[in-house]
């Protein structure tokens, strides 16, 4: 009977992460590519994920059932607040790295006289984006430290926290690459001739 549950859970989680994507995605279209839309997109994904999963009672990724039971008190406007907070950071930081990484990247190809191939056949793209969700994972949880009701209470303190921080590190990094296979193969990126005017301006 438990698996029934486990599966109503997985299954609630699994769509908040669809709803973070699809509402950052399609909130770049009315937005200007740079940080500040990047921010005001993550903050609204964020939101919106929070949203999709209070009503399901289901985590809002990447937290723990620790952060859970350490959080203050107000459930429903906290988690919108946190999940806001932390989603806007983790989506600047990334985009800003990947972004860089990719100049750099054009900068060098440049230089040697060689073309990239496309991101989406470019293994060091995929590297990329697990890498820049990883740290963009440690900026979320920066973001949404002061959202826990006290440095005792917050279990990244506690013995496990290396742990959390590790898996939260793991959880946002494979979550971006998802995002970023995602955007290549069904070209859903809203802002991809920002990629092409980099290499027009390099190139």
């Known amino acids: 009977m438990a698996v029934i549950p486990l599966g109503i859970s997985l299954g609630a989680e699994a769509l908040s992460i669809v709803t973070l994507y699809g509402v950052y995605t399609q909130s770049q279209h009315h937005l200007p590519p740079g940080p500040y839309g990047q921010l ?21 990724f990447p937290e723990t059932s620790a952060e859970l039971r350490a959080t ?4 429903a406007g906290r988690s919108v607040l946190k999940s ?14 990947r972004t860089g990484y990719y100049k750099a990247r054009l900068v060098d190809a ?11 056949e470019d293994p060091h793209w995929h590297a990329t984006n697990f890498f820049a969700g990883g740290v963009g994972g440690m900026a979320y949880r920066a973001a949404t430290l002061p959202y ?32 970023g296979y995602a955007d ?3 070209e859903l990126d809203s802002h991809r001739e920002r990629w092409h005017k980099l290499g027009d301006k390099i190139l």
């Open 40 to 60: 005001i997109a993550g903050a609204t994904a964020g939101a919106a994920l929070s949203l999709v999963a209070l009503p399901l009672n289901a985590r809002l």
């Open 72 to 75: 203050m008190p107000g459930t």
């Open 84 to 97: 806001a907070s932390g989603y806007a950071c983790f989506f600047a930081v990334t985009e800003g790295l």
């Open 110 to 120: 440049s230089r040697k006289g060689i073309k990239l191939p496309p991101r989406g």
């Open 148 to 179: 826990f009701s006290g440095p005792m209470d917050n279990p990244l303190v506690s013995k496990g926290g290396l742990g959390i921080l590790l898996g939260t590190f793991l959880a946002m990094g494979t979550l971006m690459a998802g995002f």
């Open 184 to 186: 290549e193969t069904f």
